[in-house]
């Protein structure tokens, strides 16, 4: 779009509450905020609460709350249930001068009530408009007819408060989704009939699922709050969002907020539908995560760690603390880490396994007695080891009699009785996890029970 105007820069977000925040609300929120910050103009959220029966406080305070967590925020603020004097004057006048008029009709919704709606003027003629995405667009409006703009003087409907905020407020541009692309003749022959003047129009792209389809519950979570519970970051969700329906004409995919209002505009911006690809978001949450601290990180999980978990015999934050780059390589997402933790997959670090012989046995061995002088050796070894060793150290201790014996006839009876499981970490990230006092233990523990076995 052309940033050569006399007029500042305004757009705004005009969602209605009638339901939760959509993750393709939350895009075109962004795309607005990102396109008037990077040209230094005003952002405006307004909510379109005229529909009385539909319109919840509680939608309008998840859509702002949710929007404003990603860090979408707004210059100014409108709710137009709190401006029906503003469209009542607007109706007066274009009744006056003949664009609109008041007409007694039988009630839609009560059968045998005479009401007075209010309807415009068609002049029927074809409307063209041009869209910055999509190119010119015409439209013959004689087919609309005379359409309602009131359902009474007091009660404007959509087409038309939409377009009196947008004059009133001074937007420059209408960024919306593509599903508002047959309402624009409308409301362009509402903007006539009041003397606005025309905005620049940009509709966005749909949002589609992997198979074409419009994206809906169906294929999964469609709600920010869904994504937000699952643990996506919100740099994770933005980086994503923005991208879905814009390319940045470069290689780059990672941005933040930040850059992507240095970089942002709408030339970018595809034609075709934008397909929803969780991977991805995945993938970008992954690479987030990977940023954070072992603090932040710790902080991050706090809430996914179950209370089962937490009430295992030798749960200790600090065992906690030293899985956390064992639980970041593996995590995409808090919801992946509570998975993890529910199905016992870090029970190791906080519980003594019950030893199973047969499980213990390396594959070559032919009873789990075999296992035994193996060890009995490894407990020694383990026992110089420092209890607050690394897991280089670790390592360094044990490699040399591994590779003497055999790596898989050392290691895999070390490993499963450490851990119980025939899989899980390393035996030296557990050793560092549990700490070697706890690791002989165990190693005793699976020794006398081969031996009562046999
Ligand atoms: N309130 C409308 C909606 O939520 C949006 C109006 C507009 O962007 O023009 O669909």
């Known amino acids: 779009m052309s940033i050569f105007q006399s007029k500042p820069l305004i757009t705004r977000m005009a969602p209605s509450p009638t339901g939760h925040l959509h993750i393709g609300t939350a895009r075109?929120?962004?795309?607005?905020?990102l396109y008037?910050?990077?040209?230094?103009?005003?952002?405006?959220?307004?909510?379109?609460?005229?529909?009385?029966?539909?319109?919840?406080?509680?939608?309008?305070?998840?859509?702002?709350?949710?929007?404003?967590?990603?860090?979408?925020?707004?210059?100014?603020?409108?709710?137009?249930s709190e401006r029906t004097d503003v469209y009542r004057g607007y109706?007066?006048?274009?009744?006056?001068?003949?664009?609109?008029?008041?007409s007694?009709?039988?009630?839609?919704?009560?059968?045998?009530?005479?009401?007075?709606?209010?309807?415009?003027?068609n002049p029927n003629t074809t409307i063209t408009f041009t869209d910055e995405i999509r190119g010119e667009i015409s439209f013959d409006t004689t087919e609309l007819g005379d359409f309602v703009i009131a359902r009474s003087i007091d009660d404007a409907l959509y087409h038309f408060t939409v377009v009196v905020d947008d004059h009133e407020m001074n937007v420059t541009h209408v960024i919306r989704g593509e599903d508002h692309i047959?309402?624009?003749?409308?409301?362009?022959?509402?903007?006539?009939?009041?003397?606005?003047?025309?905005?620049?129009?940009?509709?966005?792209?749909?949002?589609?699922?992997?198979?074409?389809?419009?994206?809906?519950?169906?294929h999964g979570a469609v709600m920010l709050d869904e994504y937000v519970a699952q643990g996506f970051t919100k740099e994770a969700i933005i980086n994503y969002l923005a991208l879905l329906g814009w390319n940045p004409g470069t290689d780059q995919e990672l941005y933040s907020l930040d850059d992507l209002i240095r970089v942002f505009d709408t030339s970018g911006i595809q034609k075709s539908g934008a397909i929803f690809n969780i991977d991805k978001l995945k993938w970008f949450n992954?690479?987030?995560?990977?940023?954070?601290?072992?603090?932040?990180?710790?902080?991050?999980?706090?809430?996914?760690?179950?209370?089962?978990?937490?009430?295992?015999?030798?749960?200790?934050?600090?065992?906690?603390?030293?899985?956390?780059?064992?639980?970041?390589?593996?995590?995409?997402?808090?919801?992946?880490?509570?998975?993890?933790?529910?199905?016992?997959?870090y029970d190791f670090a906080f519980s003594a396994p019950q030893p199973n012989p047969e499980l213990i046995k390396w594959k070559k061995d032919a009873t789990p007695r075999e296992t035994l002088p193996r060890l009995q050796k490894l407990a020694e070894l383990i026992a110089t080891i420092p209890e607050d060793a690394d897991t280089a150290v670790i390592k360094d201790?044990?490699?040399?009699?591994?590779?003497?014996?055999?790596?898989?006839?050392?290691?895999?009876?070390?490993?499963?009785?450490?851990?119980?499981?025939?899989?899980?970490?390393?035996?030296?990230?557990?050793?560092?996890?549990?700490?070697?006092?706890?690791a002989y233990k165990r190693i005793i523990t699976a020794c006398d029970t081969i031996l009562r076995a046999s």
């Open 104 to 121: 007694k009709e039988e009630s839609k919704s009560k059968p045998g009530e005479q009401v007075e709606v209010v309807r415009l003027k």
């Open 28 to 33: 075109t929120a962004l795309f607005n905020f």
């Open 397 to 438: 201790s044990l490699w040399k009699y591994a590779e003497e014996v055999g790596k898989g006839e050392a290691l895999w009876p070390l490993r499963v009785s450490l851990s119980g499981k025939e899989q899980s970490p390393d035996p030296f990230t557990i050793i560092n996890v549990i700490g070697s006092p706890e």
């Open 91 to 102: 109706l007066e006048k274009i009744i006056k001068s003949g664009k609109a008029y008041v």
């Open 286 to 345: 992954k690479e987030y995560l990977s940023r954070l601290t072992d603090d932040e990180f710790y902080t991050y999980i706090q809430d996914s760690i179950p209370e089962s978990v937490r009430e295992l015999p030798q749960y200790a934050e600090s065992r906690l603390l030293k899985l956390i780059p064992l639980m970041r390589e593996r995590t995409t997402t808090r919801a992946d880490l509570e998975h993890d933790c529910r199905a016992g997959e």
């Open 182 to 218: 047959s309402n624009t003749p409308r409301q362009i022959l509402i903007q006539e009939a009041i003397g606005a003047e025309r905005p620049v129009y940009a509709h966005l792209p749909l949002i589609l699922a992997p198979d074409r389809s419009k994206l809906s519950k169906r």
């Open 36 to 80: 008037a910050k990077r040209h230094g103009g005003t952002f405006i959220m307004r909510t379109e609460d005229t529909d009385k029966e539909r319109s919840k406080p509680e939608y309008e305070e998840e859509i702002l709350r949710g929007l404003a967590w990603l860090g979408i925020t707004w210059d100014a603020f409108y709710r137009q």
